[in-house]
């Protein structure tokens, strides 16, 4: 269910607690992702942690994502990930955690499970149609037991993908720092 004119509907004051666990599960592994490819630019910059987290600061993830594609190509360093694919997956499910975090829930006489109230961006009310604020017109989603379960497991097999590519760049560096000392 997607409706551009939500209405005024009542902001729940508790969700089933298969919600809270499954919105955990969703922001933990958001995190890690972040965290993932945070590391990658740090060892493209051959810096520390510390040090990336100043100079580096916290850009979206699919930013950190283009980011890694650029210092590869500086540096001439090559990966088997596809990053443009990647970053497109990256990006939608980046679209799926802000509505999780950011949304409001909210009771909806048209279904039997909580309902996701954006209220942020800008949508379509109809394919096709010039788009408007959601502030305006909130859009909504409902959202089944499960739902966010998947959307944390996509998230997770984004680690998988991070973390292959971290270490292609990690040996690459190396070689780099033996050939050039």
């Known amino acids: ?3 551009p004119e939500m209405g005024e509907f009542r902001v729940r004051d508790e969700l089933p607690i298969t919600y809270y666990r499954d919105m955990g599960r969703v922001i933990f592994h958001w995190a890690r992702l972040e965290s993932e490819l945070k590391d990658t630019i740090y060892t493209l910059l051959s810096v520390g942690r510390k040090e990336g987290r100043i100079a580096v600061r916290t850009p979206r993830a699919d930013d950190i994502v283009q980011m890694i594609g650029d210092l590869l190509s500086i540096k001439g360093l090559k990966t088997k990930v596809k990053l443009k694919e990647y970053k497109s997956a990256v990006q939608t499910l980046r679209g799926a955690r802000d509505n999780i975090a950011h949304g409001i829930w909210v009771d909806h006489p048209g279904s039997d499970h909580p309902v996701l109230q954006r209220t942020s961006g800008s949508i379509s009310p109809e394919p096709g149609q010039k788009k408007v604020s959601a502030r305006i017109f909130p859009s909504a989603m409902e959202v089944e037991p ?10 997770a097999y984004l680690i998988g993908i991070a973390v292959t590519l971290k270490a292609e760049v990690k040996v690459q560096i190396q070689a780099q720092r033996k050939e050039f000392p």
């Open 1 to 3: 269910m997607t409706s």
């Open 146 to 155: 499960g739902n966010m379960r998947t959307t944390a497991e996509q998230i």
